[in-house]
T-cell receptor, first 112, second 110 residues
Framework: SQQGEEDPQALSIQEGENATMNCSYKTSINNLQWYRQNSGRGLVHLILIRSNEREKHSGRLRVTLDTSKKSSSLLITASRAADTASYFCATDLTGGGNKLTFGTGTQLKVEL | DTAVSQTPKYLVTQMGNDKSIKCEQNLGHDTMYWYKQDSKKFLKIMFSYNNKELIINETVPNRFSPKSPDKAHLNLHINSLELGDSAVYFC?????????FGSGTQLSVL
């Protein structure tokens, strides 16, 4: 099975609400990354958190990492319709990004 | 000024045909990749090249042959296309851990 699995598979919220997505993985990692994919487009890197970090912020994004539970969460605050996309976590076991293993993705829909 | 560009965007072909997808990056990155995304959106690495040399080949059938003429280009040739090859193929590049993706090539094998 996949290294990373996101939960929930799909999430529908109203504009202005917060959206939380979770990612669980199986083996020790060097870093974990989150990507966004708009419909019909390629993935766009959002944020990277290293195994020795617990929390990271970038604008309206907040990522946490719990290596003891092998899990990460992505929080998008004050969501906007433009945040509608699929969000993927990706684990990097060795560093260098040469072999990222992607999760199954969370499909987020932000309604007006 | 597209960073990672791949062509064509759509590819519809018959079973048994041979097709190629081209990828170019203008970011100056040393490493390039091919990823396959299936209908369930599961994304899996196929190949990785570093400065024109193959460094990762993830148990991909021999019908798939990547070629990197220089570090800015990574093309993917597929022989004898099968129905199961239908997917979206993404090219990507990186210089550190962060990947930059192209917009994808949707391959439909009929």
């Amino acid at each position: 099975s996949q290294q990373g699995e996101e939960d929930p598979q799909a999430l529908s919220i109203q504009e202005g609400e917060n959206a939380t997505m979770n990612c669980s993985y199986k083996t020790s990692i060097n870093n974990l990354q989150w990507y966004r994919q708009n419909s019909g487009r390629g993935l766009v890197h959002l944020i990277l958190i290293r195994s020795n970090e617990r929390e990271k912020h970038s604008g309206r994004l907040r990522v946490t990492l719990d290596t003891s539970k092998k899990s990460s969460s992505l929080l998008i605050t004050a969501s906007r319709a433009a945040d509608t996309a699929s969000y993927f976590c990706a684990t990097d076991l060795t560093g260098g990004g040469n072999k990222l293993t992607f999760g199954t993705g969370t499909q987020l829909k932000v309604e007006l | 000024d597209t960073a990672v560009s791949q062509t064509p965007k759509y590819l519809v072909t018959q079973m048994g045909n041979d097709k190629s997808i081209k990828c170019e990056q203008n970011l100056g990155h040393d490493t390039m990749y091919w990823y396959k995304q299936d209908s369930k959106k599961f994304l899996k690495i196929m190949f990785s090249y570093n400065n024109k040399e193959l460094i990762i080949n993830e148990t991909v059938p021999n019908r798939f042959s990547p070629k990197s003429p220089d570090k800015a280009h990574l093309n993917l040739h597929i022989n004898s296309l099968e129905l199961g090859d239908s997917a979206v193929y993404f090219c990507a590049s990186s210089v550190t851990e962060k990947l930059f993706f192209g917009s994808g090539t949707q391959l439909s094998v009929l």
